[in-house]
């Protein structure tokens, strides 16, 4: 299949995501400076995020390309370059990614929709998605991770970090910053169905407590490694 170009979005179908798509995109432009100063250095004080990773990293090696799908601004793509992965970060906000490309010039990073990925099939080998979908409501999480399986080759892996816990918040306010958003908890089945649903294998669901409230958000987070079956 021929490479389509990278950086712009594909159309939208969903209502849903037609709507919530242009707030999220609005509310992280808005705090994308700040954000990047708060979170870019974050990972210095999570060690099991950082074993984590070095595990994907070393999956992904000589495999092909990865992305770092929900850069921000762009930390965990760098962690997993400096760990010898081949990554892209692919971000929906504008300004995000001029974070990611001021903070991290040698990897590319493209502007894209987790929704709907202007990506080619099969096209990656693995895709890291660390609380890409905190805002995302349940009634759409099939969509994303059909989207993931379709780039993904048969095999490839996908590691999601998400935030646990049941319901959701409602920020209007963050930083300083005003947004409108909403912040969405998950249990593990529950994204372990929509994964298997998908077309996925989970390999290992990881959990664990927060960290010290200087270093994060006091939610509990749970961290799966998953594989995309290689029959349909």
């Not at 965990?76 to 400096?82: G, T």
């Not at 407590?209 to 006091?218: F, L, R, S, T």
Request: glycine residues 8%; contains cysteine; charged residues 25%.
């Amino acid at each position: 299949m021929a490479r389509k170009p990278y950086g712009t979005l594909a159309p939208a179908t969903n209502p849903m995501h037609d709507k919530i798509t242009p707030s999220i995109r609005q509310d992280y432009d808005r705090l994308a400076p700040e954000y990047a100063k708060r979170i870019y250095d974050e990972l210095q004080h999570k060690p099991l995020d950082r074993k984590l990773l070095d595990r994907f990293a070393a999956k992904m090696k000589g495999r092909g390309e990865v992305c770092d799908m929900g850069c921000g601004p762009g930390h965990v793509a760098r962690y997993l370059r400096d760990a010898g992965a081949t990554i892209f970060g692919l971000d929906l906000s504008a300004g995000m990614l001029e974070q990611a490309r001021r903070l991290n010039p040698d990897i590319v990073f493209r502007e894209g929709n987790m929704m709907a990925l202007d990506l080619p099939d099969e096209s990656l080998a693995g895709i890291a998605a660390f609380y890409s979908i905190v805002n995302i409501p349940n009634e759409l999480l099939p969509v994303i991770f059909r989207e993931m399986k379709r780039v993904l080759q048969p095999g490839g892996q996908l590691f999601l970090a998400f935030h646990m816990g049941d319901g959701t918040t409602h920020e209007q306010e963050l930083w300083g910053h005003p947004i409108t958003m909403d912040f969405f908890f998950f249990q593990p089945p529950e994204i372990q169905r929509h994964l298997e649903a998908a077309g996925f294998a989970i390999e290992e669901i990881i959990e664990r407590e927060p960290y010290p409230p200087d270093v994060e958000y006091q939610s509990r987070r749970a961290y799966m490694f998953a594989r995309k079956l290689l029959t349909p």
